[in-house]
C-alpha cells in the first residue's frame, strides 16, 4: 500500500496541539474529585500529583501553579481526598493531557490512605515497629542477600557499590518483582526462603536488602502490603529496606531493620569503605607500634634499675651475710643450750638431794626400821594389824630379819617392846 497523494499527514506537534485545542473547548472548566498521589513540590513553587480513584483504578496528571499554591490554607499530601476545579490541558512535549488546577479543597482522608493507616495501626498493635525487637547490622559482613528487580537500575547500583566498598562480601541475588500484581507475594516468598536456608545453615546470611529504585506510591504499593511485613518480622536474618523514596516512609521501612533511602545507602549502612578501613588499620598498626615501644623502653628502664642494684651486681654477698648471720644464730643456740643443761643439771642434783633427804632410808639409818608383812608393801603402823603367827618382815639400815608373831599386846607400851622385839 502506498500513501494517497492528496493526504496531508499531521507533525506530531500539530497533532497535539489540536488535541489540545478540542480539550480546552468542550472542557474549559471541571469539578473533579479523587485522592492525591505522587505530590511534589518543584524548586519553583509548582505543585504535581496525580488525583487517582481506587476503583475502578484510574489516575489523571495534576499541575497546580505557585500564584495559586500561595493561597491555599493546607497543605496537600499524599492520600488527601480533595475536590478541585480545573482546566483540561495537553502538556505538548509529551502529547499528555492534564488538569491545571485553579481551586483545591480538601474533602478527607482517602481509601488508599485510611487503608494504610488502619494497616500500620494493626502492625503497631502486633508489636512489629517495636525498636527493642531491631537488631543490630553486621559490622564486616561476610554475605549479602539482594532482592530486588534483576534488570533494574537498583540491582546493578547495589552490585557495582558493593564490589569497590567491601569486595570481600559474596553477594546473592534473588530476583523478585518489585511492582505491580503480585509483586507483594514475591517479595515476601522471596525474603521467607532466605530465612529458612539461613535458618538451616546451608546458605548463611548476614543481612537481606531488599531494593528498588524511586517510583510512585503507586508503584511502591507492593511495599505497603502485610504478607511483605509478616515476611520480614518472622526473618531470621536483618533486613534493610531500601526503596528510594525519600518523602514517604513505606511499612517496610518500619518493619525492617534499618531503613536506606536508596539502595545504594543500604550497601553504605552495610558495609565499611575498604580504603578507609585499611586506613584505620594503618592507623591501629602505627599505635600499636608505638605503645609497644613505650612498654618496651619502660621495661628497659626498669631492668635497667634493678640491674644497678647490689643484689644483682654482687648477688653472692646477700647470700655470704646470711651464712655469717647464720653461723652467728647457731653459735648463739649452742651456748644457750649447753647453758640450759647446765642449769637443768644443778636442778635436778638439788631435787636429787632434796630427796635423798625426805627418803625413809635415811631414816633407818639413825635406828628406826620398816616391818612389813612377806608379799605386802603396806608398812605395819599398829599391833592390830597383825595376829599371832604371822611371818613379818624387817627393814634396817642394813639387811632384813624375818620374825614370826607369838604375841600381839595393844597400846603404847606394846607397841614400844614390839618395835624393840623386831
Not at 504499593?221 to 523514596?245: L, Q, T, W
Not at 643484689?311 to 651464712?323: G, Q
Not at 604375841?407 to 614400844?416: K, N, S, T, W, Y
Request: with cysteine; aromatic share 6%; proline share 6%.
Amino acid at each position: 500500500m502506498t500513501v494517497p497523494e492528496n493526504i496531508r499527514p499531521f507533525t506530531v506537534s500539530r497533532l497535539n496541539t489540536a488535541i489540545k485545542a478540542r480539550l480546552e473547548e468542550f472542557f474549559p472548566t471541571v469539578w473533579v474529585t479523587g485522592e492525591i498521589s505522587n505530590f511534589t513540590r518543584a524548586q519553583s513553587g509548582h505543585l504535581y500529583f496525580s488525583l487517582i480513584e481506587i476503583e475502578p483504578a484510574s489516575q489523571i496528571p495534576c499541575c497546580l501553579w505557585r500564584s495559586i499554591a500561595l493561597r491555599l490554607n493546607f497543605e496537600p499530601r499524599n492520600g488527601m481526598e480533595v475536590i478541585l476545579r480545573a482546566e483540561l490541558s495537553v502538556y505538548l512535549p509529551r502529547g499528555e493531557y492534564q488538569l491545571i488546577v485553579q481551586e483545591l479543597h480538601p474533602k478527607g482522608i482517602g481509601a488508599a490512605e485510611l487503608a494504610l493507616r488502619q494497616l500500620k495501626e494493626k502492625l503497631l498493635r502486633k508489636g512489629y515497629f517495636d525498636p527493642r525487637r531491631k537488631r543490630p547490622l553486621p559490622h564486616y559482613p561476610r554475605r549479602i542477600a539482594l532482592i530486588a528487580s534483576p534488570t533494574g537500575a537498583a540491582i546493578r547500583d547495589m552490585l557495582e557499590l558493593l564490589g569497590k566498598r567491601w569486595p570481600v562480601a559474596e553477594a546473592i541475588v534473588r530476583p523478585s518483582r518489585v511492582q505491580g500484581d503480585g509483586a507483594a507475594e514475591e517479595l515476601a516468598t522471596a525474603i521467607r526462603q532466605l530465612s529458612w536456608l539461613h535458618h538451616q545453615g546451608s546458605l548463611p546470611l548476614d543481612a537481606i536488602v531488599l531494593g528498588r529504585g524511586g517510583g510512585s506510591s503507586e508503584d511502591l504499593a507492593a511495599f505497603n502490603e502485610e504478607i511483605v511485613a509478616d515476611a520480614i518480622y518472622e526473618s531470621s536474618v536483618p533486613v534493610v529496606s531500601a526503596v528510594g523514596h525519600e518523602i514517604d516512609v513505606s511499612i517496610a521501612d518500619l518493619v525492617a531493620d534499618a531503613r536506606a533511602l536508596t539502595p545504594s545507602e543500604a550497601i553504605t549502612k552495610l558495609c565499611p569503605d575498604r580504603k578507609t578501613f585499611n586506613e584505620e588499620l594503618l592507623s591501629f598498626e602505627a599505635r600499636l607500634r608505638e605503645t609497644i615501644n613505650y612498654r618496651l623502653v619502660l621495661a628497659r628502664q626498669r631492668l635497667d634499675k634493678f640491674t644497678d642494684r647490689p643484689a644483682f651486681r654482687k648477688p653472692f654477698d646477700r647470700l655470704r651475710e646470711l651464712e655469717q648471720k647464720l653461723d652467728d644464730t647457731s653459735l648463739r643456740l649452742q651456748r644457750a643450750m649447753a647453758w640450759r643443761f647446765r642449769l637443768a643439771r644443778d636442778q635436778v642434783n638439788t631435787l636429787a638431794q632434796q630427796l635423798e633427804s625426805l627418803s625413809p632410808l635415811n631414816v633407818l639409818h639413825r635406828g628406826y626400821t620398816l616391818t612389813q608383812k612377806p608379799g605386802s608393801e603396806q608398812l605395819l603402823r599398829s599391833a592390830t594389824d597383825v595376829q599371832v603367827g604371822d611371818l613379818l618382815r624387817t627393814r634396817l639400815a642394813s639387811g632384813q630379819i624375818f620374825s614370826r608373831v607369838e604375841a600381839v599386846a595393844p597400846g603404847d607400851h606394846a607397841q614400844l617392846s614390839t618395835s624393840g622385839a623386831s
